[in-house]
Each structure stands twice: as structure tokens, then as C-alpha cells.
């Protein structure tokens, strides 16, 4: 079975602090990961994925297979970032190898970076 | 582009009431999926299809039945509504398995 867990609900900081946000995960074959995030009155979109191995709104995040850890981090919070942000990992292959891209989320962190 | 669509945005059920949650999308996706959120939870997927016809169960799928007759919707009915269903529902596409999912708005249900 896979499992994905964000051990913090919720998370503060000060604009300009460095950020991180932690994410393990449980699967026995080779992992997709995923950052999602949820801004105020939008709609859940993808922030980053590992495989893209890319930097987006100054966010990056490592896949650390040794540790099963994907954290999220930003050198410099701001205000901006404030949001709900979730982890998920895609598994469960079908016949033939094909990727149905079921997600698995975490249970999300509330992110608030103050002024 | 709409993108993805949901309706209704929100709806108050009696316990033992039915209804569907409509879902569609515009971007010629051939993935679907259907989400729950409940407070504190992550989102837990309740079906998914692959494709018009093809229908296939997620984590969650007790008390809900879902459709695929064309690429641009997939419906989610409850039959027999009960509090447990309380939740804010997702739909969400993607081309291919393992890309990027759009998300909808969300449809937010009270079962009472």
C-alpha cells in the first residue's frame, strides 16, 4: 500500500525566512511525486513535480529515496506563498506498465507567511 | 478553455436522497477522477476512468457509482445519501496517466 504523510498541519513563518515542507511516503516500487498547492479562492493546481527536476516560484524539492522523503523548500518565503500545500505520490501500475496516475495525497500543511 | 467544470458548486442532501455531481472537461483529456476531502484529510480518489466506457475503482468508492459514455464528462452519482458523505468533491483530468491533473472548483455536499 502507499501512504503519503505531511507531518505539519500548519506552518509560519516571516516573509524573507527560509521554508521547508515535509513530506514522507510509503511505496514499494519506483515512486512519482508531486507538490500541489491550493492559493485562497483557487482551484488545486501542480506546483512541482520531481521528475522535472525544475524550480518553480523560487520552490525546489528532492527526491530522497534513502529517507522516502520529497520536502518542499524556498530559501525565501513570501507572502504570496501563503496556501494549503499537498504532497502526492502516483503509483499502481496496470498490465503492460501503464500508469493510471492515481494519486495518493498527504494531508496537506497550511502554509502562512507573515509580513 | 473552460477547463474543468463542476456543478452544482454546493447542495444540502437528506439522508437516503440520490444525486449526481456533474463533471466535464474541454480539453480533450483522457483521464478522469473523482476526490473526496474531508476536514483535515488529504484528498482520497473514489474512481477514475482511463477513457470513454472505461470506469475502474479508487480508494474510497463505497455508496458512489460513476459513468463514462463520453470523453468530456464523468459523472459521480450518490444513490442513498448518508452524513458520511459529507465532504467537498473533486473532478480532475489529465491527458496521460502520469502528467499534470486539472482540478475543478470543487462541489461542496452536506448530507443531513
Known amino acids: 500500500a502507499q501512504r503519503v504523510t505531511q507531518p505539519e498541519k500548519l506552518l509560519s513563518v516571516f516573509k524573507g525566512a527560509p521554508v521547508e515542507l515535509k513530506c514522507n511516503y510509503s511505496y514499494s516500487g519506483s515512486p512519482e511525486l508531486f507538490w500541489y498547492v491550493q492559493y485562497s479562492r483557487q482551484r488545486l493546481q501542480l506546483l512541482l513535480r520531481?521528475?522535472s527536476r525544475e524550480s518553480i516560484k523560487g520552490f525546489t524539492a528532492d527526491l530522497n529515496k534513502g529517507e522516502t522523503s520529497f520536502h518542499l523548500k524556498k530559501p525565501f518565503a513570501q507572502e504570496e506563498d501563503s496556501a494549503m500545500y499537498y504532497c502526492a505520490l502516483s503509483g499502481g501500475r496496470g498490465a503492460g506498465g501503464t500508469s493510471y496516475g492515481k494519486l495518493t495525497f498527504g494531508q496537506g500543511t497550511i502554509l502562512t507567511v507573515h509580513p | 478553455n473552460a477547463g474543468v467544470t463542476q456543478t452544482p458548486k454546493f447542495r444540502i442532501l437528506k439522508i437516503g436522497q440520490s444525486m449526481t455531481l456533474q463533471c466535464a472537461q474541454d480539453?480533450?483529456?483522457?483521464?478522469m477522477y473523482w476526490y473526496r476531502q474531508d476536514p483535515g484529510m488529504g484528498l482520497k480518489l473514489i474512481y477514475y476512468s482511463v477513457g470513454a466506457g472505461i470506469t475502474d475503482k479508487g480508494e474510497v468508492p463505497n455508496g458512489y457509482n460513476v459513468s463514462r459514455s463520453t470523453t468530456e464528462d464523468f459523472p459521480l452519482r450518490l444513490e442513498l445519501a448518508a452524513p458520511s458523505q459529507t465532504s467537498v468533491y473533486f473532478c480532475a483530468s489529465s491527458y496521460f496517466g502520469p502528467h499534470e491533473q486539472y482540478f475543478g472548483p470543487g462541489t461542496r455536499l452536506t448530507v443531513t
Open positions: 520531481h521528475i
Open positions: 480539453m480533450n483529456h483522457n483521464y
